[in-house]
Each structure stands twice: as structure tokens, then as C-alpha cells.
């Protein structure tokens, strides 16, 4: 029950980051700007993780500049990206390319995926190219591709984590190293925009992302792995896209399209096919002591 419990809140909180981006910078940031919406995240997230870290007596560690740039990476783009698409079709791109990232990744260092894995795929990047294809209902190129690269970089970031012993420590110590780039980035926008825009909503939103959503967020999720098997967790992640879409048209009043509908189930189903294949029990024969 515990296990199930923090799984839960862990992917409400997964959920929870689309619809506060989305709602902090819809109608192209009035609330407040893309770059200022990331900075005040991972730095709110990193001082949320840091007292997280200083309660369990614990100390910076395992985290690096690279996959801090890939958290910085997919944090930029996340925020970009929601001032120009919905949170249900952001979410599905995200989730759907972080997938596909991940799975990419396992093809070039020499897995061989069965049949099943590889149906699933392509029924998985079916359903990415029926969201963006040109069509009256598509969203706009820029957002797709700047959701995309986030999804590809938080992909790099959770490959390069697999097996840190100090998940949290990691976390925190990459949140860290993460806040310089979005205050450069910061700088960069108000150089090339002006003064950055912050309304006080707009600066909560972006603290209950970055410290809610994100830092208790990911340590609960953390708390809860040790206790999933990697398909189970895997699985259980194929929510988070329902959720965000679900609050978007719930609470923001988004539109759940037929496109959304189609290509959403397309992925999902897709994806589950391909990790079907990864939790088939094998014949008796092969689990026949010896």
C-alpha cells in the first residue's frame, strides 16, 4: 500500500508540471516568460531537494554537468514549448520521445528487440508522426519540436542515471549544477526581450513546479522504484500522459481532439505492446531447475 501510494502521488506530480507549465505560459507567457519560468523551477526544485537531501543527512553526490545540461536541456525546452501547445499534446510528445530515446538508445548499443517490441514501436512512432502531421487540428511545429527535444533530452538524463546508488543525492546535486545555465538563459532572454515578465501567479505556478511537482515529486518517485520492477515502472508511467490531458481539458479548458484522442491511443498502445513482450513468462521447459 505504501508503494502504491507514493507511486501515485509521484505521477500525479509527473502530471501536475504539465498543467502548472502549461498554465503559467499559455497565451504566450503573460504570466510569466518561458526563461524565467525554467530558472525560478530549478532553482526552487533544487532548494526543495537540498533541505530533502540535509534531512536524511545526506551530501551532494553523483550528479555531473552532463546530465545536469540534460536536465537544463529538457527543462528549457519543456517551458518553451507550453507557451505555443496544450499540456495534453506536450505530454504525449514528451512521454512518446522519451520512449523512443530510451529504446533507440538499447537498438545502437546491440539489443535485440523481439517481435512484439518492434511492432510496438512502430505503432508508437505512428502515433508521434499522426500528432504532428500538417493538418488543420496540428500544433504548431515549433512547440512539437521544442517538446520533442525535451523529451529526447530527459531521456539522455534518466539513461544517464540508471544505476545511481544515491538517487536523490544525484538529483539534487544535478538540480544544482542545472541553476546556472537557466539564470544564462535568463540573462539571454532579457537581452534579446527586455526585462524578464513575472507576475506574482506566474512565480507561484513556477515554484509549485519546481518544488512541489519536480523536488517532492521526484522523491517520492525514487522512494517508490526500489520497491517496482523497471516494466512495472515503466508502465504505471503510461498515466501521466492521460492525466495531463485529462486535467487540460478539465481545468484549462483544452480541447480533446479526435487527432489527440487517435494518436495518443496510438502511442500509448504502442508502447505497452513493446514492453508486453519484456514481461511474457518463458515456457516451462526453460524453468525447469537443472
Not at 509521484?10 to 498543467?19: I, K, M, R, T
Not at 481545468?251 to 502511442?267: D, F, N
Given at each position: 500500500?505504501?508503494?502504491?501510494?507514493?507511486?501515485?502521488?509521484?505521477?500525479?506530480?509527473?502530471?501536475?508540471?504539465?498543467?502548472?507549465?502549461?498554465?503559467?505560459?499559455?497565451?504566450?507567457?503573460?504570466?510569466?516568460?518561458?526563461?524565467?519560468?525554467?530558472?525560478?523551477?530549478?532553482?526552487?526544485?533544487?532548494?526543495?531537494?537540498?533541505?530533502?537531501?540535509?534531512?536524511?543527512?545526506?551530501?551532494?553526490?553523483?550528479?555531473?554537468?552532463?546530465?545536469?545540461?540534460?536536465?537544463?536541456?529538457?527543462?528549457?525546452?519543456?517551458?518553451?514549448?507550453?507557451?505555443?501547445?496544450?499540456?495534453?499534446?506536450?505530454?504525449?510528445?514528451?512521454?512518446?520521445?522519451?520512449?523512443?530515446?530510451?529504446?533507440?538508445?538499447?537498438?545502437?548499443?546491440?539489443?535485440?528487440?523481439?517481435?512484439?517490441?518492434?511492432?510496438?514501436?512502430?505503432?508508437?512512432?505512428?502515433?508521434?508522426?499522426?500528432?504532428?502531421?500538417?493538418?488543420?487540428?496540428?500544433?504548431?511545429?515549433?512547440?512539437?519540436?521544442?517538446?520533442?527535444?525535451?523529451?529526447?533530452?530527459?531521456?539522455?538524463?534518466?539513461?544517464?542515471?540508471?544505476?545511481s546508488t544515491h538517487p536523490l543525492a544525484a538529483t539534487a546535486h544535478n538540480f544544482l549544477l542545472s541553476v546556472p545555465m537557466a539564470l544564462v538563459l535568463s540573462g539571454v532572454s532579457a537581452g534579446m526581450q527586455g526585462t524578464p515578465h513575472i507576475m506574482m501567479r506566474g512565480a507561484?505556478?513556477?515554484?509549485?513546479?519546481?518544488?512541489?511537482?519536480?523536488?517532492?515529486?521526484?522523491?517520492?518517485?525514487?522512494?517508490?522504484?526500489?520497491?517496482?520492477?523497471?516494466?512495472?515502472?515503466?508502465?504505471?508511467?503510461?498515466?501521466?500522459?492521460?492525466?495531463?490531458?485529462?486535467?487540460?481539458?478539465?481545468?484549462?479548458?483544452?480541447?480533446?481532439?479526435?487527432?489527440?484522442?487517435?494518436?495518443?491511443?496510438?502511442?500509448?498502445?504502442?508502447?505497452?505492446?513493446?514492453?508486453?513482450?519484456?514481461?511474457?513468462?518463458?515456457?516451462?521447459?526453460?524453468?525447469?531447475?537443472?
Open positions: 500500500m505504501r508503494t502504491a501510494l507514493l507511486t501515485v502521488l509521484a505521477l500525479g506530480g509527473f502530471a501536475a508540471n504539465s498543467l502548472l507549465c502549461r498554465a503559467a505560459l499559455a497565451g504566450g507567457g503573460r504570466l510569466i516568460d518561458a526563461a524565467s519560468f525554467t530558472s525560478v523551477r530549478l532553482l526552487s526544485g533544487a532548494l526543495v531537494l537540498g533541505v530533502l537531501l540535509r534531512l536524511r543527512a545526506g551530501r551532494y553526490q553523483g550528479g555531473s554537468w552532463g546530465s545536469a545540461l540534460a536536465l537544463f536541456t529538457y527543462a528549457a525546452g519543456f517551458s518553451l514549448a507550453y507557451v505555443r501547445i496544450p499540456a495534453g499534446v506536450g505530454a504525449l510528445l514528451l512521454f512518446g520521445c522519451v520512449q523512443t530515446t530510451m529504446l533507440g538508445t538499447g537498438l545502437v548499443r546491440g539489443e535485440r528487440p523481439k517481435p512484439l517490441e518492434w511492432a510496438g514501436l512502430l505503432l508508437a512512432l505512428g502515433g508521434l508522426m499522426g500528432l504532428t502531421a500538417p493538418g488543420a487540428t496540428a500544433p504548431d511545429f515549433t512547440g512539437a519540436a521544442l517538446m520533442a527535444g525535451a523529451g529526447v533530452a530527459w531521456g539522455v538524463y534518466s539513461l544517464r542515471g540508471r544505476g507561484v505556478l513556477a515554484v509549485a513546479s519546481g518544488a512541489l511537482a519536480s523536488g517532492v515529486g521526484y522523491s517520492l518517485w525514487y522512494a517508490a522504484l526500489p520497491h517496482l520492477t523497471a516494466t512495472r515502472a515503466a508502465i504505471v508511467q503510461l498515466s501521466v500522459p492521460v492525466l495531463a490531458a485529462t486535467g487540460g481539458v478539465l481545468l484549462l479548458g483544452e480541447q480533446l481532439t479526435p487527432r489527440l484522442l487517435g494518436a495518443g491511443t496510438a502511442l500509448l498502445c504502442g508502447v505497452l505492446l513493446a514492453l508486453a513482450s519484456r514481461w511474457r513468462k518463458p515456457p516451462a521447459a526453460s524453468r525447469e531447475p537443472r
